[in-house]
C-alpha cells in the first residue's frame, strides 16, 4: 500500500504529534508499506517522519498561505470588515494558490500514491482541489469546522471530492457531518492514540524550574502545569487566573509549557503576553514558562498535576491522554471530545470550561490530597494502555485504507 500524507505545518503541535503516531503505528505494523509525507514547511515534524522511514517532501507554502486563516478575522469586530478583509486575503492569496497546486500535483505524481490523507484544513481544501479523481481521498478532521466561518465553507464545497472523513472524537464526527451535510457513515471517529512506552509513570523528568529560569522550588512542592501550544483557545489565561486564586502560601508552583507554533495569523498568543499576565495577577514568581519542549514525557514526568483549561470545546485533548498514561493527576476542561476522553472523579477531574474557580477547586483538592493524585494517577495510566495505545491506530486505519483502495479499483475496472 502506498499512502502519501499532507500537512499544513512542519512544527510538532497536537495534530502533527497524532500524524506521526499514526505513521509509526502504520510502520510498526506493516513495514513494507509504502508512507510519504508532504510538509509545508521544514521543522521537528519533516525529521522525525524521515526517522521513522517515511518519504517526506517539503513543498513550501508561500508566505501569503501560511498566514491566511480564519483565526485572525474572527478578531475583527464587524461582519463588513470581516469580509473585505477576506476578500483581500483571497485576491492576495490567489495567484500563490495557483502556483503552490501545481508544485503539490507535481509533487504527489511523483510519489503515485493509492491514498492521499491530509492532516489541517488548508490541506484538506487544496487537496480536494489537486488529488487526481482516481485516489481516493481521506480528510483527518482534528478542529470543529462549525468555529470557523471562512473553512466551513470551502469544506461544505469541496466535501464532494472526499472519499472518507476521520475525526479524532464523537464530538467533532458530529461537527462535521453537521456542517458539511455528510451522511453518518462517510465520517468515522478514530481516537487519537500515543506511545504509551514513551508516555510512562517512571522515566527522565526535565528541570522545569531551570528552563523557566525560576529558582529551585522547596521539596515540598506541588509542581501543576499547563502543556500545550499557545492557542488562544487553549485557557491559559484561565489557568493563571486559577493560581492566583489559591492562597498565597499553597505549596504550588505553576508552569507553562509550551510556544507559539502555528505561523496562522492571530491564532496564538506569544509568551510575552502571558508573562504580562501572569505578572499583573502577581504570579511572577510563582509561574514559569518553558518556551516549547521537545521532550514532552519528560516535561509531563516533572508535573504533579497536569491541567487542561481549554475555553471552547476541546475536539480531543492530547494532553489529557498524555498525562493519563504518565500516571499524573489530569484536571481538564469538560466540554467536546475533551469529556469523552475521562471518567470525572475516577481517572481524571473535570472543570466547566473558562471558570477559574472550578479549577482553582479541582487544583487545591489535589495539592492536599497526594491519595487522590496516585489514585487518578494510576487509573489513568490503565485508561491510557486500554483505549489510548497507538497500535490500535493501524488496527482501525488499515480497513478504511483497504476498502477504500479496493473502491477505487474496482471503479478503474
Ligand atoms: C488539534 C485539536 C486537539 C487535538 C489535536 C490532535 O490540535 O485542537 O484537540 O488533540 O488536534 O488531534
Known amino acids: ?102 508544485q503539490l500535483r507535481a509533487a504527489m505524481a511523483a510519489f503515485a500514491p493509492q491514498i492521499v490523507h491530509s492532516n489541517g484544513f488548508k490541506m484538506h481544501v487544496l487537496a480536494a482541489q489537486t488529488v487526481p479523481a482516481q485516489v481516493p481521498l481521506v480528510w483527518h478532521i482534528r478542529d470543529y469546522v462549525g468555529r470557523r466561518a471562512v473553512m466551513a465553507r470551502l469544506l461544505r464545497w469541496h466535501a464532494g471530492r472526499c472519499a472518507l472523513v476521520v475525526a479524532n472524537s464523537q464530538s467533532a ?38 528552563l523557566a529560569g525560576l529558582p529551585p522550588a522547596p521539596p515540598e512542592t506541588v509542581r501543576v502545569g499547563l502543556p500545550g501550544t499557545l492557542a488562544r483557545w487553549k485557557g491559559h489565561e484561565t489557568f493563571l487566573q486559577a493560581l492566583a486564586l489559591l492562597p498565597p502560601d499553597a505549596p504550588v508552583r505553576g508552569y507553562i509549557i509550551g510556544g507559539a507554533l502555528y505561523e496562522t495569523e492571530g491564532s496564538q498568543l506569544s509568551l510575552e503576553e502571558l508573562r504580562q499576565i501572569a505578572a499583573q495577577l502577581n504570579l511572577a514568581d510563582r509561574v514559569g514558562f518553558t518556551g516549547f519542549i521537545r521532550e514532552p514525557a519528560a516535561a509531563l514526568r516533572a508535573l504533579d498535576i497536569v491541567v487542561h483549561a481549554s475555553v471552547a470545546p476541546e475536539p480531543f485533548g492530547r494532553v489529557i491522554v498524555e498525562g493519563m498514561a504518565c500516571g499524573r493527576a489530569v484536571v481538564a476542561s469538560r466540554a467536546g471530545g475533551a469529556e469523552e476522553l475521562f471518567t470525572e472523579g475516577v481517572n481524571a477531574l473535570g472543570h466547566p470550561p473558562s471558570n477559574a474557580h472550578a479549577l482553582a477547586k479541582c487544583i487545591s483538592k489535589l495539592i492536599h490530597d497526594k491519595d487522590l493524585r496516585a489514585a487518578l494517577g494510576d487509573a489513568g495510566r490503565r485508561t491510557a494502555t486500554h483505549r489510548f495505545d497507538r497500535r490500535r491506530l493501524a488496527e482501525e486505519l488499515t480497513p478504511l485504507y483497504r476498502s477504500l483502495a479496493l473502491d477505487a479499483s474496482d471503479e478503474r475496472g
Not at 498566514?67 to 486575503?89: C, E, F, M
Not at 504509551?196 to 522545569?208: C, I, M, N, V, Y
Open 1 to 102: 500500500m502506498r499512502v502519501l500524507y499532507l500537512n499544513p505545518s512542519g512544527q510538532l503541535g497536537g495534530a502533527e504529534r497524532s500524524l506521526l503516531d499514526i505513521l509509526a503505528s502504520l510502520r510498526a505494523a506493516f513495514p513494507d508499506w509504502s508512507l510519504g509525507l508532504i510538509s509545508s514547511s521544514t521543522g521537528p515534524l519533516v525529521e522525525a517522519a524521515e526517522s521513522l522511514g517515511v518519504q517526506v517532501r517539503v513543498v513550501t507554502f508561500p508566505p501569503t498561505l501560511a498566514r491566511l486563516g480564519d483565526a485572525a478575522l474572527r478578531r475583527t469586530q464587524h461582519a463588513l470588515q470581516r469580509h473585505l478583509a477576506l476578500v483581500k486575503n483571497l485576491a492576495w492569496a490567489g495567484p500563490q494558490v495557483l502556483l503552490y497546486q501545481r
Open 173 to 210: 464526527a458530529e461537527d462535521v457531518r453537521r456542517v458539511c451535510n455528510l451522511p453518518h457513515e462517510k465520517v468515522r471517529t478514530v481516537y487519537n492514540a500515543i506511545d504509551t512506552q514513551q508516555f510512562t509513570p517512571d522515566g527522565a523528568r526535565l528541570d522545569l524550574d531551570k
